[in-house]
């Protein structure tokens, strides 16, 4: 067996990994689509260009679904001190600064007149925001997950979103990190967690019948 297999097996064994029935009212979740992780002149650069890719692709299948979308984006005041113990951690924060050039979406993940955006400090989607509020009062139950980064943002909006009680769905194709190995590391986890983790065309699938 490869060590993904026995990985894999082992925590099957200890009763991780039960497989999350998705509903019938999904809404997608775009997060932090911002041109700092693409563009190499940022310290955020990530590499990411293919999974933007996918984003694209999930983002049109949504919509051409005529389910909720929602797309988050970080912003920070100039000296960062709305985001606390965060930004002092990340440094690299200031990219989502007043001024900065960086913090803007990338081209084709804009957020449409009628779709909800929601601005925040920290990683999670869900953290200081009226997300879930809105999600339940639309009568949601499961939330597609797609953007940046696997590690941080993404991740930390998929166990929220577990936690608030809605089913998550990471399109695996559709986030992506600055380092492959961690990327991995993540998906694998959020899949035995807290999510289930689709590729690009089961997510696909799943909104053509929706």
């Given at each position: 067996m490869t060590d993904r297999t026995a990985q894999a097996a082992d925590y099957a064994a200890a009763g991780f990994g039960q497989e999350l029935e998705p509903g019938s009212r999904p809404a997608l979740v775009l997060v932090d689509p911002a041109?700092?992780?693409?563009?190499?002149?940022c310290p955020l650069y990530a590499g990411v260009e293919e999974n933007v890719e996918a984003m694209r692709t999930v983002l049109a299948s949504a919509r051409a679904a005529g389910i909720p979308v929602i797309v988050t984006e970080v912003r920070l005041r100039a000296d960062g001190a709305d985001?606390?113990?965060f930004f002092k951690?990340?440094?690299t924060l200031v990219a989502f600064?007043?001024?900065s050039p960086f913090g803007g979406f990338i081209e084709g993940l804009e957020p449409n007149a009628d779709e909800l955006l929601v601005t925040k400090k920290y990683p999670s989607a869900f953290f200081g925001t009226t997300l879930s509020t809105h999600l339940t009062a639309l009568g949601v139950d499961?939330?597609?997950?797609?953007g940046l980064s696997t590690s941080g943002c993404v991740r930390a909006t998929?166990?929220?979103a577990m936690q608030h009680g809605f089913v998550p769905i990471v399109v695996e194709e559709a986030v992506g990190d600055r380092d492959s190995s961690i990327h991995e590391s993540n998906l694998f986890d959020m899949q035995q967690k807290m999510a289930e983790v689709w590729p690009l065309a089961r997510a696909q699938?799943?909104?053509?019948?929706e």
């Open positions: 041109r700092a992780y693409i563009d190499p002149g985001a606390g113990i951690k990340s440094g600064c007043e001024g499961t939330v597609l997950i797609a998929t166990l929220d699938s799943y909104l053509a019948r």
